[in-house]
């Protein structure tokens, strides 16, 4: 039986045991079946995915032609959404290091994952504290497919993926608390989702949703895409050929209120790049190396008082 949301333990169609069930003692019970690459996966090559676009622009290949056409039309028009994208994933990085290293979190809530890439939020956070548990969310049957990639953690954490929408909030804590402690501090990350909830009312109000239940100490956060010239012009050509946008770019000060009622960690909200850039290494090689540069994607690490 396919369930729309659940624990998922499967390997990527076409790759090898993608196509079998797969248990795993240390992972818990099965509840979902691997989907068929033929039959109701709800994968649809024909239609551009956000998670696959965002793969192609990362330098991935869990992508289709017809991601990479959009992602290309993007570009034409948009060259900047590579560096963005790249920028986002750098910044992650940097948040969930801090967050480890210096907050001391150990658990973390990844909404929209995306497809694998190097450094995914467990990687990142179980190289410095092992024990760290991390809960992956995502909507797309790719992402589900994937599931599998995700899901390698140390044996001294854990690692979930859940099968999930940002609007079933109940759904979702409801999974989150099979693997997270709620009354520990728990890090959530949405990076590059909250565009996909056009409704800035609706999406402020599932970040506040998924909050609510965390104990103080919690952290939030956040990267999105904001308005440029050159992106409005990629928003524009994409509406007229689908009538619709894929990404909804956010005025910053729309971003910054998604963490309303919360206290901003240095250096606060800004431009994701230059949110505590890494020290270069001292090597002479790098004196002249440029500082950061700002990029139109914004974002912030905030905590739960
Ligand atoms: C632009 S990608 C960002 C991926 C990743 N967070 C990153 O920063 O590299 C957006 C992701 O959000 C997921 N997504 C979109 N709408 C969603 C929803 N309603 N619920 C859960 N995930 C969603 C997409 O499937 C996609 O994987």
Redesign the pocket.
Known sequence: MYRSWGWAFTGPIGMPGGDEIHRDARMGPVTEQTPKPDAGTGIDTTVP???????YW?GGKDNYAVDREVGDAWMAVYPEIVVK?RE??AF?RRVVRFLVAEAGIRQFL??????P?ADNTHQVAQRIAPDTRVVY????P??LAHARALLVGTPEGETRYLH?????VDD?VRGAEEILDFTEPIAI?????L???KDTAEARALVGRILAPMPSGSYLAI?DGTPTERSRAAEAEQVKKTGDIP?LNREPEEIASFFDGLEWVDPGFGSVSLWRPEQPPHDVSVITSAPPQHVDEYGGLARKP
């Open positions: 995915h956000s998670a696959r676009v965002w793969n990362l994208a986002s994933r992650l990844d909404v929209g994952t995306g497809l890439t969310v995502d909507n797309d790719l992402v999930a929408d940002v609007r079933h979702l990350l949405m990076f590059g989702l565009g996909h909830v990267a990404y």
